[in-house]
């Protein structure tokens, strides 16, 4: 081999090692499969530390306890006590919030500020959160869990794309795929690349490279519908799936009503409250965050806000969309509101869900009356 071209592979060997070193020297590291495998999901009475998604960088380390009906919260009493008002919080991985410190989520931080503006009322905040589940899964939550506990007040989530797609099991499944092509653990899940990578911890710097190249190469790789999340057709006028979308978006609206209404049965108010994405957030902040090919789609990434939004006006609902109010925050802060690669709100993203709900419905929640 040319002596110049060896010393190249050389110096890039050495450079990519050195790299590495520097990763595992601030701390930068892989969660594996075997750590992911092993955490008790939604064991009742279950503890364990959970630390994220297979072939993730290591970005938190959460000491997550569950209860006997299986949801990471404490114990509550099915009987109201005296003096008490209740609010229940239904929706997915976000009220699940095993990515924060538990007395960091957004809910008990709601439920700290609230107990501080009334006295001799006690708030009281419940929550059933479930990673996956969409507004079908939160009726289900709501009216067989949730009724039990006799709320006063129920906050249901809206997460945009996201429960649309979950609405529709054709949907979830072409989702599905999209994620086998492009997920950088679904590329790795060869047992011998598990073990020989993944559990051992080596090429920390392979997962940058997969955050970067891997949505390129799949866009050159693929048909149009096949490389994009489909979540991300949720914001066209017109292309792939529309069909589909719009059963979606009839069945997530129906599923909002119903629920409307088994509160209003129980005597409860009804709240609904668009949580966040980056890519929403970026949206409001004015930068483009939809693929090149999508320009000849009429998408529009503050549609499924819009749209949402159009809905719960015509339905007389309690409405917050959390989008514009976190871009907001972010600009003006310059902090950001979620983890880069786990996807969810970290800390700053709990604070500011605590506050921005007080905020629009603190005087609403303190009106409510509670029981003798």
């Known amino acids: 081999m ?18 590495e070193v520097g990763l595992r020297l601030i701390g930068f590291q892989l969660n ?13 009475g279950a503890k364990a530390v959970y630390v994220g998604y297979p072939w993730h960088p290591r970005e938190f380390s959460i000491d997550v306890s569950y209860n006997s009906l299986s949801y990471p919260d404490i114990e509550h009493n099915r009987v ?10 239904v ?4 009220v699940d919030a095993t990515e924060v410190p538990f007395d960091q989520t957004f809910f008990r931080l709601l439920e700290k500020r609230l107990n501080q503006t009334k006295p001799g009322t006690m708030y009281e905040v419940i929550t059933f959160g479930r990673p996956g589940a969409g507004p079908r899964e939160y009726w289900w939550m709501l009216e067989s869990l949730g009724m039990q506990f006799d709320p006063d007040i129920v906050i249901v ?19 599905a795929e999209w994620g086998k092509k492009t997920h950088q653990y679904q590329l790795l899940q060869n047992q011998s690349l598990n073990s020989a990578i993944l559990s051992s911890r080596l090429l920390s710097l392979s997962a940058l490279a997969f955050d970067t190249f891997v949505p390129q190469l799949t866009l050159r790789q693929f048909p149009l519908r096949e490389a994009i999340n489909p979540e991300v057709f949720t914001t066209c006028q017109k292309g792939p799936y529309q069909d589909l979308i719009e059963q979606g978006w009839s069945t997530t609206e129906s599923a909002y009503i119903e629920m409307k209404k088994i509160a209003e049965r129980h ?3 009804f709240y609904l409250v668009t949580f966040t994405s980056q890519a929403e957030i970026e949206h409001y902040k004015g930068k483009k965050v939809l693929p090149k090919a999508l320009l000849d789609l009429a998408c529009d990434p503050g549609y499924p806000d819009d749209r949402i939004g159009m809905f719960a ?8 969309n959390l989008n514009p109010l976190f871009a907001k925050r972010e600009k003006e802060s310059g902090k950001t509101s979620h983890f880069r690669f786990n996807g969810h709100w970290n800390e700053t993203g709990h604070t500011w869900a605590a506050e921005e709900i007080m905020k629009a419905f603190g ?10």
Not at 2 to 19: P, Y
Not at 80 to 89: A, D, E, G, H, Y
Not at 313 to 320: F, P
């Open 2 to 19: 040319n002596k110049k071209i060896l010393i190249f592979l050389l110096s890039i060997i050495i450079s990519l090692v050195l790299v």
């Open 32 to 44: 594996s499969w075997k750590d992911y495998n092993a955490f008790p999901f939604y064991e009742a």
């Open 80 to 89: 109201k006590p005296k003096n008490t008002i209740r609010i229940l919080v």
């Open 91 to 94: 929706g997915d991985s976000y």
């Open 157 to 175: 989530e809206f997460l945009p794309k996201n429960d649309i797609i979950d609405t529709v099991p054709q949907l979830v499944d072409l989702r």
């Open 267 to 269: 005597g409860a108010d």
């Open 313 to 320: 006006a015509k339905e007389n609902l309690h409405y917050l």
């Open 363 to 372: 005087k609403e929640m303190q009106g409510i009356m509670h029981n003798p």
